[in-house]
T-cell receptor, first 114, second 120 residues
Framework: KAGVTQTPRYLIKTRGQQVTLSCSPI?????VSWYQQTPGQGLQFLFE???????NKGNFPGRFSGRQFSNSRSEMNVSTLELGDSALYLC?????????????FGPGTRLTVL | GENVEQHPSTLSVQEGDSAVIKCTYS??????FPWYKQELGKGPQLIID?????GEKKDQRIAVTLNKTAKHFSLHITETQPEDSAVYFC???????????????????FGKGTLLTVNP
C-alpha cells in the first residue's frame, strides 16, 4: 500500500508570492491534516479536512488555507508569503478523523521563502 | 490552551543502554498521548500511543507510561540500537468526537522533540 505522498518536496519562493502544496493520502483514508514544522515552534497543527470539509483548525492566519477534493487529495495554499513561513509542511492522513484515528505522515514539503 | 513540555531536548546513549524521554502536559482533559519518531528527511511515524484510561503500554523494546495525576507521560526505549537514532515527539490530544454532527472538536499539541543519538 502506498504511503502519503507530498509534492513538491522542495520549493523556493520570494516574499509576497503565493504557494500551493499538494498531498495525496493513503488509499481509503478520508482525513488529511496539515502541519507546519519549524526548529523554533516545532510541529504545529494547521487544519484538517475530512470528506471535503474543514473539520478542525489551528491558530494560523487566514493566509493559510486548504481544500480537499472528492478523491481525498488535499491542497494547502499560503498567500502573501512571509520569511517566517519558511518551514517543513507535513500532511498526515487517517481513515477517520485525526482526533480518533492513527495518523500517517508524508515526507513533507520544504518551503524556503527568500 | 494545552502546553506540552518535552525533556530532554537532546539525549545521547551507548548502544544497549536505555533511553527515557519525558513529557508533561497542562490540560487535564487531554486523553490521548501518541509518540512519534522522525528520521532525517522523513515525516513523523507513530511508534506507540496510550490513552488516559491506561497506565502503561509496551511494544517490544518500547514502552510508554502515563501518570494522570502528575500529568506526565514517558517513553522508554530499552536495549537501544543505532537505528533508534532520530527525533522523538510526544503529543497530547484532547478530543470530543461529535459523531452526531460528523464533526470533531479536538486539540492536538506536540512537544518540541528530543534528538536521540545512539552511539555504537
Amino acid at each position: 500500500k502506498a504511503g502519503v505522498t507530498q509534492t513538491p518536496r522542495y520549493l523556493i519562493k520570494t516574499r509576497g508570492q503565493q504557494v500551493t502544496l499538494s498531498c495525496s493520502p493513503i488509499s481509503g483514508h478520508r482525513s488529511v491534516s496539515w502541519y507546519q514544522q519549524t526548529p523554533g515552534q516545532g510541529l504545529q497543527f494547521l487544519f484538517e479536512y475530512f470528506s471535503e470539509t474543514q473539520r478542525n483548525k489551528g491558530n494560523f492566519p487566514g493566509r493559510f488555507s486548504g481544500r480537499q477534493f472528492s478523491n481525498s487529495r488535499s491542497e494547502m495554499n499560503v498567500s502573501t508569503l512571509e520569511l517566517g513561513d519558511s518551514a517543513l509542511y507535513l500532511c498526515a492522513s487517517s481513515r477517520g478523523l485525526a482526533g480518533s484515528d492513527t495518523q500517517y505522515f508524508g515526507p513533507g514539503t520544504r518551503l524556503t521563502v527568500l | 490552551g494545552e502546553n506540552v513540555e518535552q525533556h530532554p531536548s537532546t539525549l545521547s546513549v551507548q548502544e544497549g543502554d536505555s533511553a527515557v524521554i519525558k513529557c508533561t502536559y497542562s490540560d487535564s482533559a487531554s486523553n490521548y498521548f501518541p509518540w512519534y519518531k522522525q528520521e532525517l528527511g522523513k515525516g513523523p511515524q507513530l511508534i506507540i500511543d496510550i490513552r488516559s484510561n491506561v497506565g502503561e503500554k509496551k511494544d517490544q523494546r518500547i514502552a510508554v507510561t502515563l501518570n494522570k495525576t502528575a500529568k506526565h507521560f514517558s517513553l522508554h526505549i530499552t536495549e537501544t540500537q543505532p537505528e533508534d537514532s532520530a527525533v522523538y515527539f510526544c503529543a497530547a490530544i484532547k478530543g470530543l468526537l461529535n459523531s452526531a454532527s460528523g464533526g470533531s472538536n479536538y486539540k492536538l499539541t506536540f512537544g518540541k522533540g528530543t534528538l536521540l543519538t545512539v552511539n555504537p
